[in-house]
Every structure is written in C-alpha cells, then in structure tokens.
C-alpha cells in the first residue's frame, strides 16, 4: 500500500497541451475583424444621436423665434406684418442654417394670427449613413386678446344677518302671528321662531308683505300674499333656530345700571310737561311727555306694587330714551301715544340702541298690547322677550327702525308700512349684533383678461 504522501498528482499529456494552446491562438485572431465589424454602426448611432440633439435644440430656437416674430405681425396689422415679423425673427434666432428660413405670415378668423417657418441643418456625423440635412419645421397659432368667464362650484361665506324679530316661546302655537296686513317692507328684516308647533308661524290675510328671511323651529302657515326677497325665498320650516341673541349683552347692560329706592316723590305718579331720567315706582304715567335723554327704570314698589308704565298724548324721546324694566314684576302696561310721537334711544352711553327692556331675572310671561296708533317715530332696541306682545293698527310712520325680541308676536292690521331692522351694538362692543355666519354653495364666476397668447 502507498501511504497518502507518496501519491502524485496527475499530469496533462502531452497532446492535450498542444490543443489548447491552439485554440487559444486561434481565439485572439478572430477578435479584431469581429470589434471592426461592430464599431462601424456604433459610431454612426452616436453621430446621429449627435446631430439629432442639435437638430432639436435649433429646432427650439426656431419655435421661440417665430413666436415672437407671430404676435408681432399681429400688432402691425395686414400692411406691416410681413415685415414686422422677418424683423422680429431675425432679431431673436441666432442659430446658422443651411439656407435662410422660408416665414409665412397669415391673419386668421377671429384675429389671430398662423405663422410657419421652414430651414435645414447640414449634418455631421449622420452623413457616414447618408443623411445629409434635417429639416426644421415650426407653427405659431397667436390668438388675440379675449376676456373669458369661467364658472365652477364653491362655498362662499356669508355674513351673519341683523336680528329684527326673535320669539323666544318655544311651544306656543301662532308664536308669530300676522294678520290682516298690507303694504310692509320689512325687505331688511331676518325673523327667527323658536317654537315647534305644527304651526309656530301664521300669516294670514294679508297683501303685499315682503320680509328678509323668516326660520321656524316647527311648521309655517302662509298665504302668497307673504314674499321672501332672500334666499331660499321662501319661510324655512324645521330649522335650527339659535337662542337669545341679546341676552349676554343685555346682561351686561343690567348691571352697570342704578336702582334707586323708592320714596313718596317717585311712587304712583303722572308725570306731565318735561321729565327726567331716574328711578319710578308703581304705576306710572308719562303724559304730554318730553323727555330729557337717559334711562327711565320702572320698579315695583314696596309692597309688591307692579311697576306698571302708561305712556300716553304727546311724546317727545328724540333726545334718546330708554325705558327699563328692572324686576319681575313691572312693565309696559299701555301705550296710547298721539300726533307725531318720537321715541328714538340714546346713541352714547350704556344703554346706547336701547329703547324699552327688561331684566334677565323676569320668571312669568305677561301680556301687552300696543294699538291703533300713527305717523310715530320708533327706533333702537325693544328687547321684552318675556311679553306676549301685540301690536296693532300701526300705518304710515316715517320711521320705524327697530328689533324686537319678545317671547310671542302678534302683529295685525298694519297698512304702508317699512320696517328697517335695527343693528344694535352694545355699549361694551364696537360692531352689531349678528346671527352666526352661514356658508352657502353656489356658483362662482370668474372673469379673467387674457393677453395675446401662443397656441402651437
């Protein structure tokens, strides 16, 4: 036996050497004929990839050129176009031809302008494949100055509208009621109607009655003789009614004013001739009134007397006025003001845009009902939202410039009329009132001038 370190590793014969190392000799002679044969075509893709990229860049200058060359013809007008825009395309291509650029220049329906260029290039490297030139050939469609209306669909915001009458009573049937009325503008005035009930809004019998908006919580009733100029021009039932726009405001109001007690000299009176603001007691009257401008606050008196106010005659409030209501227990018992009563609030002070109102802390809601009264002057504020307020036989007053916010609202028999709603801006505040914004889809048009442009 052999031991493993005596063994030899076998060796090649001798013949098998010689045929490789033939092969290998007969390799390397084929490779040279072989890369001639591929650097031919080779060379001549990339001379024409070459030429081709400088065909196309000249090509691009040729475009810009004629563009120009295009809007100038246009501006020159059909005498100089021709040579406006040889002069134009001179002046911008730079690039060298094989032989000068063929332009054409022609005016188009509708004012434009077609303009062509036409030239070659020599090529380089594309000759060892027998392409000699490229051709070039560029348009410009100039068309002239044009408005264009684009229309899409959006959301655009829309400003929160001025309170003009807000019932606060939430369950009460016919909670605004108009009745019998002809000829109101109330064309500025938004209503909103708390209650829910099958008919928490009536209108019935009138003519010609024109109001803003008006939103009911529950069900309307209403005749044609009630138009709605705003959108959705008509009464919008089921909507979601907001709360007491006034209250926080009026809040603040309440409490920087003064109560005065009550005495002899200001309980149970009939004030005639010229009053001053302050502190009244029980049941008061104003007759014949003219008023120095302030705050008159009705009170309850000792012994839990209603503060009642009785205004009546000849009413003189142009200097401002607000009457005020400051318990649970007073009010506006009667208004029978004659001739050319003005009641118009106070334009400074705390209780600015004010005319009557009342307290947060009222529980009970009361009746009042002001009627048959003409040719009178309101404006501010009248904020009784606990009163069941019925205002009837109003006509022909010069001014009638008010919000009303009561807890329901009757309003019958009233004839030429135009209510303006008031814009209340508290004393504490530098703008009005308003309900919430409200965002609302519609179309929006968009009109743009556009200039002379290219269309290639």
Request: with cysteine; aromatic share 8%.
């Amino acid at each position: 036996m052999v031991p493993p370190s005596a063994k030899k590793e076998p060796r090649m014969s001798a013949i098998t050497t010689r045929k490789l190392v033939g092969f290998s000799r007969d390799s390397e002679g084929n490779v040279a004929p072989m890369f001639a044969l591929m650097l031919v075509p080779l060379m001549a893709s990339v001379g024409l990839a070459i030429d081709f990229a400088r065909s196309t860049e000249t090509k691009t200058d040729m475009q810009s050129a004629l563009d120009a060359a295009a809007i100038a013809a246009l501006q020159a007008g059909p005498a100089g176009a021709e040579a406006a825009g040889n002069a134009m395309f001179n002046a911008n291509f730079n690039a060298s031809l094989t032989t000068a650029p063929v332009l054409n220049f022609t005016f188009v329906a509708g004012g434009g302008m077609r303009a062509t260029a036409r030239g070659s290039i020599d090529a380089t490297f594309a000759t060892a494949i027998g392409l000699q030139t490229f051709e070039l050939a560029v348009t410009s469609l100039i068309e002239p100055s044009r408005t264009v209306t684009e229309t899409s669909t959006g959301e655009i915001v829309i400003a929160g509208n001025i309170p003009c009458v807000h019932v606060m009573d939430q369950s009460n049937q016919y909670a605004f009621d108009l009745q019998g009325n002809e000829n109101i503008d109330a064309s500025t005035c938004d209503a909103r109607v708390r209650s829910n009930r099958s008919t928490a809004m009536r209108e019935e019998g009138g003519e010609n009655i024109k109001f803003k908006r008006i939103d009911v919580k529950g069900q309307a009733s209403v005749t044609e003789g009630l138009q709605i100029v705003s959108t959705p021009y008509q009464v919008s039932e089921d909507a979601a009614v907001v709360g007491n726009p006034y209250e926080s405001s009026i809040r603040d109001v309440a409490q920087v004013l003064t109560v005065s007690n009550c005495t002899n000299a200001n309980t149970g009176k009939s004030w005639v001739g010229n009053v001053s603001p302050g502190t009244y007691c029980g049941s008061t009257e104003f007759k014949n009134a003219t008023f120095a401008p302030g705050v008159y606050i009705i009170k309850s008196s000792t012994g839990n007397k209603t503060g009642a106010l009785t205004l009546s005659g000849d009413l003189d409030g142009s200097a401002g006025v607000t009457f005020y209501f400051s318990d649970n227990k007073s009010k506006l018992a009667s208004y029978a003001g004659s001739g050319n009563t003005v009641l118009k609030a106070p334009t400074t002070g705390t209780t600015r845009g004010i005319l009557f109102f009342e307290g947060n802390n009222r529980g009970n809601a009361w009746d009042v009902v002001i009627s048959t009264y003409h040719h009178h002057t309101w404006q501010g504020l009248i904020y009784l939202p606990s009163a069941n307020l019925t205002m009837n036989g109003m006509n022909e007053f010069p001014m009638f410039n008010v919000a009303i916010s009561a807890n329901t609202l009757v309003i019958e028999n009233w004839d030429n009329m135009v209510w303006e709603a008031y814009a209340w801006t508290p004393f504490n505040q530098s703008s009005p009132i308003r309900y919430g914004d409200e965002t609302e889809e519609t179309e929006i048009s968009t009109t743009t001038d556009k200039p002379l442009y290219v269309r290639e």
